[in-house]
């Protein structure tokens, strides 16, 4: 498995995935626009030359949020979200982010469960946050170390 930032050629096939999964998909032309904006990063990950899932976050000064993560059906349970996540939080790292923040759908235990995996924690409820269906959204964050170890204020 290849993660990587994904190519304008792409969008299409991550606009497909967005249908699949989320009642509230982006269009093809959202996820293009998504990509040319320089605080926002695309990142797929792909097997065998298949794209298996992607990310979207945003990124402004040393905070991240991560705003859209699937994983195509055919490569559930396999790692990708997983990759995908590790890469996000690595590269963000390297570019200086310290907190990373997202939303995830009270009822999705298992992305709750990734999340926790990698360090993430509930920080409180947005009720009412989704719609199709109406669903309260578990807002969680993860704060990473300075270089230097120790945590800023």
């Known amino acids: 498995m290849i993660v990587r930032k994904a190519s304008k050629e792409e969008a299409a096939r991550i606009a497909k995935m967005e249908r699949a999964v989320f009642s509230d998909a982006w269009s093809e032309a959202g996820i293009l626009e ?54 996000l939080i690595r590269e963000g790292q390297d570019h200086g982010i310290l907190l990373w923040h997202l939303e995830v759908r009270k009822s999705n235990d298992a992305a709750q469960g990734l999340y926790r995996s990698r360090g993430f924690s509930k920080d409180g409820i947005r009720r009412g946050f989704y719609e199709n269906p109406r669903e309260d959204a578990v807002l969680m964050s993860l704060r990473l170390e300075t270089l230097s170890g120790v945590q800023e204020e």
Do not use: P
């Open 34 to 87: 998504t990509m040319c904006q320089h605080t926002a990063s695309v990142y797929v990950a792909s097997v065998e030359n298949t794209i298996a899932g992607y990310a979207i976050v945003y990124t402004v000064m040393d905070e991240g949020e991560l705003v859209r993560i699937a994983v195509d059906s055919m490569f559930r349970r396999q790692g990708v979200a997983g990759s995908l996540l590790d890469t």
